[in-house]
């Protein structure tokens, strides 16, 4: 049975960011999940190391939830908010307007991150053609972004590896650099930062007069490796957006819902975004919500007699549905009453003396955290910062290791992504730290 399951899996499906011919060499298919560990077909646990695709808040098969939901099914499981709404959906809306920045007071559901970066695209795009000046029609994104697989998501990404093939369907978007600290010539964040501020107002004076929105991750660029920005990087981009008339997309997807230590990660340098996406622990990691937030002055901007033709024409089947709503609100209410937020803040302190044990190790390049987020980059010399060789593919071999060692997670090349559920506890996180310094021993020396 579960050999004939494998080879089903290998025969019908194609999975997403996956090179089949490794998935038919390492199979895995998960049947259960609890607490931070999921099970696979044949009985083997792992420690849930990167949340499932960094969504997970409170761990699997969370009583809580599983009730949520299904009382939500004893009512309706799904119904339109195309010309309507439902009671969920308007719960949450307004639970959701309590938790964000305050200049924040409009939310348009759409079901994945990307989606709900395609929205915020385009609602900057018709804000500046419904308020009569359609001359600011580009974008400023940041080199190395990450926002989804959509097109207008991928034109404002910038990942070699996943969007150059795709260049000739993008439309164009200016791109400004961020802060990288670690591989700048400097190595002084508040100097890379200052280098990176200034260029992108140089860019800002040139062009800010064509310019909708810059789009940007909030405080780590997670896709570009765990990529953590220097104080007052994120704070320097919301003053020069205001000072040159750009609305500010913060993409919120990966870092929002407690992962970083704060509700929302902007929250670290008191940034209030034009727009925000939001989407992945929305539901604590069980349905496909997501969220554009937006302010009352671009949401006015709409606002009007349809003969105006001012209407947000956009919207997705499954927008606003109940069972997501419903395990949505549940979610935000056990982050009230465990104090996930505060948890995770105390507990990344924690983690940060457990990842330091790896710091030694002469492959660590470096270690990035913010909160629950982590990235470990892998070199070949520590020294110098010389990457391994690409075609060594290191950083799949150490997550197949961690596989084979009771630990599952992705990484982004050479870099190991660590992101754990956020209630994971402090024996919890040194176990799972200990699996990944013994993968990096192990394929590192052999
Ligand atoms: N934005 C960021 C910053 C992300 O990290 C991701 C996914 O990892 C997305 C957007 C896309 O989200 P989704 O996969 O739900 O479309």
Redesign the pocket.
């Known amino acids: 049975m579960t050999q004939k399951l494998i080879e089903k899996s290998k025969k019908y499906l194609w999975l997403p960011f996956t090179q089949m011919k490794d998935y038919d060499e390492h199979p895995l298919i998960i049947e259960s999940g609890n607490g931070i560990k999921v099970k696979d077909i044949y009985g083997k646990e792992y420690y849930d190391g990167f949340s499932s ?2 969504l997970n808040v409170h761990g699997h098969r969370k009583k809580e939830l599983d009730e949520a939901i299904k009382k939500q099914l004893e009512k309706i499981a799904h119904s339109t908010l195309l010309g309507m709404t439902n009671v969920p959906a308007t719960e949450l809306a307004e639970k959701l307007i309590e938790l964000t920045p305050e200049k924040l007071t409009r939310v348009f559901y759409s079901d ?6 395609e929205i915020a695209l385009k609602m900057a795009f018709q804000y500046w053609k419904n308020i009569g000046k359609p001359e600011k029609k580009k974008f400023i994104s940041m080199q190395n972004g ?5 097109i207008g ?1 991928v034109s404002v990404g910038s990942i070699s590896l996943f969007h150059d093939v795709y260049g000739a369907l993008m439309f164009e978007s200016f791109k400004a650099p961020i802060p990288y600290v670690y591989r700048s010539e400097s190595g002084n964040p508040s100097q890379c930062r200052d280098e990176c501020l200034h260029t992108l107002e140089q860019l800002l004076i040139e062009k800010h007069q064509e310019i909708a929105a810059l789009s940007i ?2 405080m780590v ?3 570009a490796g765990m990529i953590v920005m220097p104080k007052g990087f994120l704070a320097g981009a919301r003053e020069l957006c205001t000072k040159y008339d750009v609305l500010m997309i913060v ?5 929002g819902f407690g992962r970083t230590g704060k509700m929302f990660a902007c929250e670290h340098e008191h940034v209030q975004p034009d727009l925000m ?1 939001a ?2 622990g929305i539901t604590g990691g069980y349905l ?1 919500i ?1 969220v554009t937030f937006t302010t009352e002055k671009i949401y006015n901007a709409f606002y009007d007699d349809y003969k105006k033709l001012k209407t947000f024409f956009h919207g997705h089947s499954y927008t606003g549905n109940q069972l997501g709503c419903a395990a949505a609100l549940e979610n935000l209410r056990l982050f009230e009453s465990e104090k996930i937020v505060e948890q995770v803040s105390g507990k990344s302190k924690d983690l940060h003396f457990l990842l330091l044990g790896l710091d030694s190790h002469p492959h660590v390049g470096e270690i990035r955290q913010l909160g629950f987020m982590c990235g470990i980059e892998l070199v070949q010399s520590k020294e110098t910062k010389k990457p391994f060789p690409a075609e060594k593919r290191m950083g799949y071999h150490v997550s197949l290791k961690m596989r084979e060692l009771g630990m599952l997670t992705r990484p982004i090349g050479d870099v190991i992504v660590f992101m754990p559920p956020l209630v994971s506890s402090n024996s919890e996180l040194k176990a799972m730290v200990t699996i990944m310094k013994n993968a990096i021993n192990e394929v590192t020396t052999c």
């Open positions: 695709v960094w994945s991150g990307a989606e709900a970066m990450y926002h989804g697989d959509t998501a991750e909030s660029q997670g896709a993409d919120e997807v990966a870092t996406a989407g992945k496909p997501a």
